[in-house]
């Protein structure tokens, strides 16, 4: 097992409906830990910027104008394999398709509104976590 750090962004629609605590508690619950969080409004510029990799598809605008819609919480998780072990807690993609028990599956309301964001693999995690975050703001 190694110890790995993974990008986490609860969503405006979770915000919204009030469910930050009980989306940090199935983080905790699996062995988590939060260790870098802050509250902020993406503009629609750091959206573009951060979603950069889906630029060509058609959802993108729809995607970048959702995300800069409301609060947004950011996190940094660390745990053993942690990008994974989070992929696996947030379910898939689309809610409809999400496992039971699962972040999307539970709180998401659509494949754009899906309540959460985790990196896709560690280097995406170093990536994003250095689009948000500098290493004095991570406390482990
Ligand atoms: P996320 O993990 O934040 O990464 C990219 C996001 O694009 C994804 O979650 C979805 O919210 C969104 N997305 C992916 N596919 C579609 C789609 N077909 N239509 C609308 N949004 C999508």
């Known amino acids: 097992m190694s110890i790995q750090r993974t990008l986490s962004?609860?969503?405006?629609?979770?915000?919204?409906r009030n469910l930050i605590g009980s989306i940090n508690s199935r983080f905790e619950q699996a062995g988590l830990r939060i260790i870098?969080?802050?509250?902020?409004q993406l503009t629609k510029e750091q959206a573009k910027k951060f979603y950069d990799v889906h630029k060509e598809r058609a959802f993108f605008d729809s995607l970048c104008d959702y995300m800069s819609s409301g609060p947004v919480v950011i996190q940094v998780l660390a745990g053993d394999n942690a990008v994974?072990?989070?992929?696996?807690?947030?379910g898939a993609t689309?809610?409809?398709?999400?496992?039971?028990?699962?972040?999307?599956?539970?709180f998401g309301e659509s494949i754009e509104h899906n309540a959460v964001h985790g990196s896709d693999s560690p280097e995406s995690a170093e990536m994003e976590i250095r689009f948000f975050f500098s290493e004095t703001d991570i406390i482990d």
């Open 9 to 16: 962004i609860i969503k405006p629609d979770a915000v919204a």
């Open 36 to 40: 870098a969080m802050k509250r902020i």
């Open 84 to 90: 994974l072990k989070n992929r696996e807690i947030m």
């Open 94 to 106: 689309n809610p409809a398709n999400a496992e039971i028990g699962t972040i999307r599956r539970d």
